[in-house]
C-alpha cells in the first residue's frame, strides 16, 4: 500500500547510522535515553491525548490544559521526576501553559535577582508550588521600551512598604502568560520611587491572589486578555491584564540582588551591573533558540514523510506516480529547512553552554561576558525564531491541501511557535541590539581593545576587508575555511559600511534611526555567521557512526549555501564573492541536495518524534496517510449527523425560496 511501502523503502536507502544520528540529535546518548522514555510515557497516557484540541471552547480548552497540567504534576511527583526528566514531560505533552511561565520565569528571576534571603525564603514554596508566579513585565502601553514601563513602586518609609500603582490605563500589565487565571504570584517589574525621586525600573515579588480561595487580592484586577491567534494553539494560556490600586507589600519583596533600598529609604547599588534586571530574558532567549530547532524539525519531519508519500504527475514505467520529494524545487525548498533544524540544534547547544559560562561568570563576579551573552541571545533567538515561523509555513505549503487541514498538525504548529516572533523581545529590536554592539566593535577596533567571543574575526578587519574568495569550481565551496571567509568577510564588511554611514552623522542616535534598516541586516549578516561557524565547529568534534559525519557536512554546506543564495545581494554588493562564484555555489546546492535526496527520511527519523508527539497524519511514521485522512475527517462534530443543524432554518428557506424563483 502507499505510504507503508514508500516510507519502508525510503528508510533502506538510508547512508548512514541512524541510531547514532539520534545521539548527535539529542546531544548524548543519555539524554537520548530520557527523552526516548519520557516520549513514550506521555504518549501512552490517555490524559496527554491532543487529538480534540483545537475544536474545544475556550473554557473547555483551558480547562483541559489545567487537568493536564496537574496530571503532569503529579506524575512528576509519582515518578520522582528529575528536573531534566520533568523538562522533558513538559516538552512531550506539547501544550502552552501556565507551568512555563512559573518555572520557566518567575523561578529564574527570583534565582537570578533575589538575595540569598530572598531566594530562601520563596524559592522552597515556588519548588513545591505552594505558590504559582509569573513574570509581569510587558503593559498596554509598553512591551519593547522596558524603560518606558509606568507601573509604580513608591517606597513607604512610614510603614517600611512599597506601593504599587498603576496610575493610567496605558500602565496596566497586558500579556503576562499565567497571569489571568492562575497565578497566585508575580515578579512585577515597576518603577522604583523613593522620595519622589524615580530609580529606575526594578522587580518586586507581589502576592495577586488570596492562597485560601484564589479570589484576587484587595486592590487588584485581573483577567484573562481574551483569544489569540489560531485554534487551539495558544488559546491554552491564560495571557492577562493586572491593575494595582495602591497595593502594599513588605520593603523586602523587591528583588534586591542588584540594588537595595534600606529602611531608612536610601538606594545601595550593588556591584553586579543594572542590566541583571533583564537576567531573566536573557535566560529565557537562550531557551528559546533550542525549542526553535524542535518546532522547525518538528514540521520538516511532517512534510518530509509527506513528501515521499505523496505523488503527483510523470507516470513512471511501472505506471505509479512521481514522489514529490524527488522534485527539484520541493527539494530546494525542503532541504534548507531540513539543514536549518540541525543548525539550530548546534547553535542552541553553543548557545547553552554560552549562557552557563557566563552565569557561572556572574556567580564568580566576572561581569565581562554579559555584553556578548545578550548580544548573541538576542540576535540568535531573532534569526532562528524568524526562520522558523517562516518554515513552519513553508512546510504547510509543501504538503500542498492536505497540509492546511488542522489533522496535518501544521496549522496549530504554527500558530503556537509565531509569538516567538514577538515574545522576549520583539525581533527586529533584539537585531537592532546586537548592531548596536557590532558598531561599539567595530568602533573599537584599532584600540588596543580586542574582539572577543563571536567577535574574534572583527580582529582580522584588514584582511577580511580586502580578501577575494577562492573558489574555481564548484566543489571548492565545500571546504569549510571558504565559508567561513565568505560569511566573515560579508559580515565584516557590513558592519564596517554601516559604522562608516554611521559617522557621517553629528548625532549618533539619530544615525542609528536613519540607517537602522541597513543595521538590521548587518546584524543578521553577523548572527548567521554564528550558525555556520558553530555548525562547522561541531564537525570538527569526534562524530561517530556510519556515515553520520558525511551527512552532516551536506547539511552544514547546504545551510551555508542556501543562506549565500538567499543573500547574494549582500556578497556580490560587499565584493565578497563574484557572480561566477555565485553560480558555481549554486550548482553546488543542486548536487548537495541530490546527495541528501536517499537519506532524507532517515534524516527526520532521528529526531526520534513519536507520532504522539507529531499530532499529524502526513507525518506519521508508518506513512499511512490517505486512510487515517479519511477516517480523522469523519471525527469532525460537523459529521456528527448528516443533516446540520440549521439546516431548517436557513438552507431549506433558501431551496424552497431557489424553488419559486424557478417556478415563476
Ligand atoms: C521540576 C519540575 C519542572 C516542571 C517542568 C516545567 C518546565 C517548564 C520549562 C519551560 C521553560 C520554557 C520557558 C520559555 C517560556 C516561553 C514563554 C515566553 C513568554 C514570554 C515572555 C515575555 O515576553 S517577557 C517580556 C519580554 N520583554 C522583552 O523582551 C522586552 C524587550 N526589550 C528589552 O529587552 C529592552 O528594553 C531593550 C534591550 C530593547 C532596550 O533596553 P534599554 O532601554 O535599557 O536601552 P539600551 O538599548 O540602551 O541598553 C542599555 C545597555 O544594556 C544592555 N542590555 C540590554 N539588554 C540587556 C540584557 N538582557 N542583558 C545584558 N545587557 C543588556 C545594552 O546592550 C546596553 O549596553 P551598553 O553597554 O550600554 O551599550
Ligand atoms: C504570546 C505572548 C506571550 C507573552 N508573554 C509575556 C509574559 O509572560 N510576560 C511579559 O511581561 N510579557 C509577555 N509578552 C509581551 C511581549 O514580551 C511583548 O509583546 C514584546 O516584548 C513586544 O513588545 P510590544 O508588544 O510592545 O511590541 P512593540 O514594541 O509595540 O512593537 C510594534 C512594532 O514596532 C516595532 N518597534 C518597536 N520599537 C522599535 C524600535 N526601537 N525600532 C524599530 N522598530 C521598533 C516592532 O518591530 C514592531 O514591528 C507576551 C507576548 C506574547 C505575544
Known amino acids: 500500500m502507499a505510504g507503508f511501502d514508500d516510507l519502508a523503502s525510503e528508510r533502506?536507502?538510508?547512508?548512514?547510522?541512524?541510531?547514532?544520528?539520534?545521539?548527535?540529535?539529542?546531544?548524548?546518548?543519555?539524554?537520548?535515553?530520557?527523552?526516548?522514555?519520557?516520549?513514550?510515557?506521555?504518549?501512552?497516557?490517555?490524559?496527554?491525548?491532543k487529538d480534540t484540541r483545537t475544536m474545544l471552547s475556550r473554557k473547555d480548552l483551558f480547562k483541559n490544559t489545567l487537568r493536564k497540567a496537574a496530571h503532569a504534576w503529579k506524575r512528576i511527583i509519582e515518578l520522582r521526576l528529575s528536573e531534566e526528566e520533568a523538562a522533558e514531560l513538559r516538552f512531550y505533552v506539547d501544550e502552552p501553559a501556565f507551568m512555563d511561565l512559573h518555572w520557566g520565569m518567575f523561578i529564574p528571576t527570583i534565582k537570578g535577582q533575589g538575595t540569598e534571603e530572598q531566594q530562601q525564603k520563596w524559592l522552597p514554596l515556588a519548588y513545591k508550588m505552594k505558590i504559582i508566579g509569573c513574570y509581569a513585565q510587558t503593559e498596554l502601553g509598553h512591551g519593547s521600551n522596558v524603560q518606558g514601563l509606568e507601573t509604580t513602586a513608591t517606597f513607604d518609609p512610614q510603614t517600611d512598604e512599597f506601593i504599587i500603582h498603576s496610575p493610567t490605563l496605558t500602565s496596566s500589565k497586558w500579556w503576562p502568560g499565567g497571569l489571568g487565571k492562575v497565578s497566585t504570584h508575580a515578579v512585577v517589574y515597576g518603577r522604583l520611587i523613593i522620595d519622589s525621586k524615580d530609580y529606575g525600573v526594578n522587580g518586586f515579588i507581589v502576592q495577586l491572589r488570596s492562597l485560601d480561595d484564589h479570589l484576587p487580592l484587595p486592590g487588584i484586577t485581573i483577567g484573562d486578555i481574551g483569544m489569540k491567534f489560531g485554534s487551539g494553539a495558544y488559546n491554552t494560556m491564560d495571557n492577562g491584564v493586572l491593575r494595582f490600586d495602591h497595593v502594599r507589600i513588605p520593603r523586602d519583596q523587591m528583588l534586591m540582588r542588584v540594588s537595595q533600598v534600606t529602611r531608612e529609604g536610601k538606594l545601595v547599588q550593588s556591584n553586579v551591573p543594572w542590566q541583571l534586571v533583564y537576567g531573566t530574558m536573557v535566560y529565557v532567549r537562550q531557551k528559546i533558540v533550542s525549542d526553535a530547532s524542535c518546532a522547525l524539525s518538528r514540521a520538516v519531519c511532517i512534510a518530509t514523510r509527506y513528501s515521499a508519500v505523496r505523488r503527483q504527475f510523470g507516470l513512471q514505467s511501472n505506471g505509479i506516480e512521481t514522489q514529490v520529494i524527488d522534485y527539484k524545487t520541493q527539494q530546494s525548498r525542503l532541504f534548507p529547512l531540513l539543514a536549518s533544524a540541525y543548525a539550530f540544534r548546534f547553535v542552541g547547544e553553543w548557545l547553552k553552554w554560552l549562557y552557563m559560562d557566563v552565569n557561572q561568570r556572574l556567580q564568580a563576579s566576572d561581569f565581562s561576558t554579559l555584553p556578548e551573552a545578550h548580544a548573541c541571545t538576542a540576535g540568535l533567538k531573532s534569526l532562528t525564531t524568524s526562520a522558523t515561523a517562516d518554515g513552519i509555513e513553508e512546510c504547510r505549503k509543501l504538503c500542498g491541501g492536505h497540509g492546511y487541514l488542522c489533522s496535518s498538525g501544521l496549522p496549530e504548529l504554527f500558530a503556537v511557535y509565531i509569538p516567538a516572533c514577538t515574545y522576549e523581545g520583539d525581533n527586529i529590536v533584539l537585531l537592532l541590539q546586537v548592531a548596536r554592539f557590532l558598531i561599539k566593535t567595530v568602533s573599537q577596533l584599532g584600540s588596543g581593545k580586542e574582539p572577543v567571543g563571536t567577535t574574534v574575526y572583527m580582529g582580522r578587519v584588514e584582511q577580511l576587508m580586502q580578501c577575494h574568495c577562492a573558489v574555481q569550481k564548484a566543489e571548492d565551496w565545500l571546504k569549510p575555511s571558504v565559508i567561513l571567509e565568505a560569511f566573515e568577510a560579508r559580515s565584516m564588511r557590513m558592519s564596517v559600511a554601516s559604522a562608516q554611514n554611521l559617522a557621517k552623522f553629528d548625532n549618533q542616535e539619530e544615525g542609528f534611526l536613519e540607517l537602522s534598516a541597513d543595521l538590521v541586516q548587518a546584524a543578521v549578516a553577523h548572527c548567521q555567521l554564528i550558525v555556520v561557524s558553530k555548525f562547522i565547529e561541531k564537525l570538527q568534534q569526534d562524530i561517530p557512526g556510519k556515515g553520520v559525519k558525511g551527512q552532516l557536512e551536506a547539511l552544514c554546506n547546504i545551510y551555508a549555501l542556501f543562506i549565500l543564495h538567499k543573500h547574494l545581494g549582500d556578497f556580490l554588493s560587499t565584493g565578497c564573492i563574484t557572480p561566477k562564484q555565485a553560480s558555481l555555489a549554486n550548482a553546488q546546492l543542486r548536487s548537495l541536495y541530490s546527495q541528501v535526496r536517499p537519506n532524507a527520511i532517515a534524516l527526520v527519523d532521528a529526531f526520534n518524534y513519536t507520532d504522539h508527539y507529531l499530532s499529524s497524519v502526513l507525518g506519521r511514521y508508518d506513512g499511512n496517510v490517505y486512510p487515517k485522512l479519511y477516517e480523522e475527517a469523519w471525527k469532525d462534530p460537523l459529521n456528527d449527523s448528516v443533516v446540520p443543524d440549521g439546516y431548517q432554518e436557513y438552507i431549506q428557506p433558501i431551496l424552497k425560496q431557489q424553488l419559486r424563483n424557478a417556478r415563476l
Open 12 to 49: 533502506s536507502k538510508a547512508q548512514f547510522d541512524v541510531e547514532e544520528m539520534k545521539v548527535i540529535w539529542a546531544g548524548s546518548r543519555h539524554t537520548l535515553e530520557v527523552s526516548d522514555r519520557i516520549s513514550r510515557l506521555v504518549a501512552n497516557d490517555p490524559v496527554f491525548r
